[in-house]
T-cell receptor, first 118, second 114 residues
């Protein structure tokens, strides 16, 4: 079965420090991986994705993520955290077409709350 | 583009009443998803459509829930009769296969059933 795990319910980091939000996945075949952010009282917003190519993916708002096939991980990173980065972050994996009848279906993780402390 | 539009943004209703949530996807997108988010269960996929056809409704919790997509620019999620445990934020999202599968979410409808 396809799944993603976000092992930390909450991550606290001081403003200006680097941040990492962890995500591991389990999927048959080549994974399509995504990160989304949700600010309070808002819908999820796409940040970045990995489909193929360079293992380091750059996205919106200075975020990046590193795809590591051997560790089946796709951790979200940012060199210097801002207070405005405080939000809920979701990792997601696309279910391979062969297992979803040829249609696209995405499984989301449980989310990690990022708190950036001034 | 205005993005995914959902209405109403807030809905308060009494148990037993019918509730209809509405969604207008991004023009040209061929997938539409309905999700429910609660503190207890997180983000749950309820149903999704491809080219207006329901593909997978295995996430719909009960027969009280139904969803339709009569055309490419409109979808509804109906709960009849509503129950207090249906209280949640309901999100609609759309995507376009050609663009690499990322989904674009609406602002959500916060439903409270008393």
């Amino acid at each position: 079965a396809q799944s993603v795990a976000q092992p930390e319910d909450q991550v606290n980091v001081a403003e200006g420090n680097p941040l990492t939000v962890k995500c591991t996945y389990s999927v048959s075949g080549n994974p399509y991986l995504f990160w989304y952010v949700q600010y309070p009282n808002r819908g999820l917003q796409f940040l970045l994705k990995y489909i193929t190519g360079d293992n380091l993916v750059k996205g919106s708002y200075g975020f990046e993520a590193e795809f590591n096939k051997s560790q089946t991980s796709f951790h979200l990173k940012k060199p210097s955290a801002l207070v405005s980065d405080s939000a809920l972050y979701f990792c997601a994996v696309r279910v391979p077409s062969a297992l979803s009848g040829g249609y696209q279906k995405v499984t989301f993780g449980t989310g990690t709350k990022l708190q950036v402390i001034p | 583009d205005a993005g995914v539009i959902q209405s109403p943004r807030h809905e308060v209703t009494e148990m037993g009443q019918e509730v209809t949530l509405r969604c207008k996807p991004i023009s040209g997108h061929d997938y539409l998803f309905w999700y429910r988010q609660t503190m207890m269960r997180g983000l749950e996929l309820l149903i999704y459509f491809n080219n207006n056809v329901p593909i997978d409704d295995s996430g719909m919790p009960e027969d009280r829930f139904s969803a339709k997509m009569p055309n490419a620019s409109f979808s509804t999620l109906k709960i009849q009769p509503s129950e207090p445990r249906d209280s949640a934020v309901y999100f609609c999202a759309s995507s376009l296969k050609r663009e690499g599968y990322e989904q674009y979410f609406g602002p959500g409808t916060r439903l409270t059933v008393t």
